[in-house]
């Protein structure tokens, strides 16, 4: 999103009214002493197009040439200024809509007289710009270049004025158009205009008589399915009588179109001035009602819950306080109506405009002009948490290892018992040296030699679990078996673990006794 700061110079920025293709327009107010306060239309322009010099001079052209015409019919521009490297121009705000924005709201129902008194508006506010003329007292030639609904703007006072020349020609601009480069609106494009030929202010009447031809009819009379269609449209299609059109109105009004219209220049009238006033006469020969009053009921019955809404959102901005903090575009209410857009250039209500090269970018081309989140707080958060980490390891890791040097190291397990015959032992060698079934004794007793005869195997146990060093009692050695006997099976030891599931193993008879199998039929023999 595009960064602004929340006021420019004297003006804070209420809320946004619409965006077009040089800029975006912000309702904003400038206060005084004594509760003093009144409304404006800045105009900023676009952040991916300040660095481009041939927008920037088109941007401050229009401000220079709007700023010379002082007409109840036009729009004033009051202040130009730079801010942050973004030039913006101030315009008063009309409380209104456009054109535009009154015909798709009313596609079946318009009123013919309103629609033609707003155009004799218009058609004066478009002569006094033909009739601009400069410092030196000559004329500039100014042809406007770009008449079509989102231009005309139609204020709840009833009143229709023009806006935005930022395509305008004028004898002394600054920059010129390109060879081959077209500005304006292709379906409402004079001939000469579509074909490079040279243009004056007949150009704009031709474009004048398309508009209220498209506005009494309810239809679109060049425009096709395609930008080739719409060129064979103007330069060869018939055009038919408004009069015949879908929503037929009076008859009046053909003649009005039908010469603005003409494709020679020379066949169509000669000044808006005298287009307005054959239209004022047409007015009077309907008999229709083409009174500011019947402008004005016509737009709050169109507009009526935008102008509303509108109002809301600016009783609910002058009541709060703006800062001078910086703030995005999305951050301010958007103001424009239901179609999310308020204005065309100056005109209010009307699509984005895509009469300059730089003015057609597409969506993605702007995307990238946009400013990523701040995710340093995130960042900040995230290494003070890695951080805690890493201290809270380091300091365990002394403390665990003073812990583990207290604690005395655990005894290895004894090894298991093995079934190694061993020498007899007598009762005065019990008697005298008792023996200890620790596992260095038991150890030291399988390396004497063994001078005996072999004892039968000792079933083996399983290895202790680890416990607690515990010195067990001692007892004395039970005596040798007599050779040839099976030996009496030993109690286990307090000490010995055995395997529950385990089945205890069968003793094997001692090597040297023979086996002797009994046959059951010779018991008793």
């Known amino acids: 999103m595009e960064k602004l700061p929340a006021r420019i110079d004297t003006y804070e920025l209420l809320g946004k009214l619409a965006r077009g293709g040089m800029g975006t327009v912000y309702l904003a107010r400038r206060a005084g002493a004594a509760g003093f306060q009144r409304l404006f239309a800045v105009k900023v322009i676009h952040e991916h197009l300040a660095d481009s010099e041939e927008c920037v001079e088109m941007f401050l052209d229009?401000?220079?040439?709007?700023?010379?015409?002082?007409?109840?019919?036009?729009v004033p521009v009051v202040d130009v200024g730079e801010t942050a490297g973004r030039h913006y121009v101030v315009m008063d705000y009309i409380e209104g809509t456009s054109l535009g924005y009154l015909l798709k709201k009313s596609p079946d129902d318009r009123p013919a007289g309103a629609i033609a008194k707003l155009f004799a508006d218009f058609l004066d506010g478009l002569h006094a710009a033909h009739e601009l003329s400069g410092e030196d007292g000559e004329t500039l030639n100014l042809v406007h270049r770009?008449?079509?609904?989102?231009?005309?703007?139609?204020?709840?006072?009833?009143?229709?004025?023009?806006?935005?020349?930022?395509?305008?020609?004028?004898?002394?601009?600054l920059t010129t158009t390109r060879t081959g480069l077209r500005k304006g609106k292709l379906a409402f494009m004079a001939p000469e205009q579509l074909l490079d030929e040279p243009i004056d202010r007949r150009t704009d009447i031709f474009a004048a008589g398309a508009t209220l031809w498209t506005a009494l009819t309810g239809e679109q009379l060049f425009q096709g399915g395609s930008d080739a269609a719409t060129i064979n449209n103007l330069l060869s299609r018939d055009i038919p009588k408004p009069s015949e059109g879908r929503l037929a109105p009076p008859p009046a009004f053909d003649e009005v179109c039908l010469r603005a219209m003409q494709r020679d220049p020379k066949d169509r009238y000669a000044t808006a001035e005298e287009m307005a006033n054959a239209l004022r006469s047409a007015i009077d020969e309907a008999s229709v009602e083409g009174l500011a009053s019947g402008v004005s009921a016509w737009v709050k019955d169109a507009a009526g819950p935008t102008?509303?809404?509108?109002?809301?959102?600016?009783?609910?901005?002058l009541s709060e306080r703006v800062t001078d903090q910086v703030s995005d575009e999305s951050s301010l209410p958007s103001m424009g109506g239901e179609t999310g857009q308020g204005l065309s250039g100056f005109g209010f209500g009307s699509p984005e405009s895509k009469r300059t090269p730089l003015a057609t970018t597409k969506d993605a081309e702007r995307a990238s002009n946009v400013e990523p989140r701040d995710r340093r707080p995130v960042l900040w958060a995230l290494f003070v948490l890695i951080g805690a980490v890493v201290a809270f390891i380091v300091m365990r890791e002394p403390?665990?290892?003073?812990?583990?040097?207290?604690?005395?190291?655990?005894?290895?397990?004894?090894?298991?018992?093995?079934?190694?015959?061993?020498?007899p032992e007598t009762k005065d060698d019990v008697a005298s040296e008792p023996r200890s079934e620790?596992?260095?004794?038991?150890?030291?007793?399988?390396?004497?030699?063994?001078?005996?005869?072999?004892?039968?195997?000792?079933?083996?146990?399983?290895?202790?679990?680890?416990?607690?060093?515990?010195?067990?009692?001692?007892?004395?050695?039970?005596?040798?078996a007599p050779k040839g006997t099976k030996p009496p099976e030993q109690p286990p030891s307090k000490d010995s673990v055995y395997d529950d599931a385990k089945p205890e193993p069968k003793p094997s008879p001692a090597p040297d006794e023979p086996v002797i199998e009994r046959n059951p039929y010779l018991r008793g023999k």
């Not at 079509?148 to 305008?168: K, W, Y």
């Not at 403390?399 to 090894?415: C, F, I, L, M, Y």
């Open 146 to 173: 770009d008449v079509s609904p989102p231009n005309v703007l139609v204020g709840v006072d009833g009143v229709g004025r023009i806006s935005d020349f930022g395509i305008a020609k004028a004898e002394e601009r």
């Open 399 to 423: 403390e665990s290892d003073g812990q583990q040097a207290s604690q005395p190291p655990e005894p290895a397990p004894a090894p298991p018992q093995t079934s190694a015959p061993r020498a």
């Open 62 to 74: 229009e401000a220079r040439l709007s700023s010379r015409l002082h007409h109840s019919n036009v």
């Open 307 to 317: 102008l509303a809404r509108r109002k809301e959102m600016l009783a609910k901005a």
């Open 438 to 480: 620790t596992p260095s004794e038991n150890q030291a007793s399988k390396e004497e030699p063994d001078t005996a005869a072999p004892r039968a195997a000792s079933p083996p146990t399983p290895a202790p679990l680890p416990r607690p060093v515990r010195v067990p009692a001692t007892r004395p050695a039970p005596a040798p």
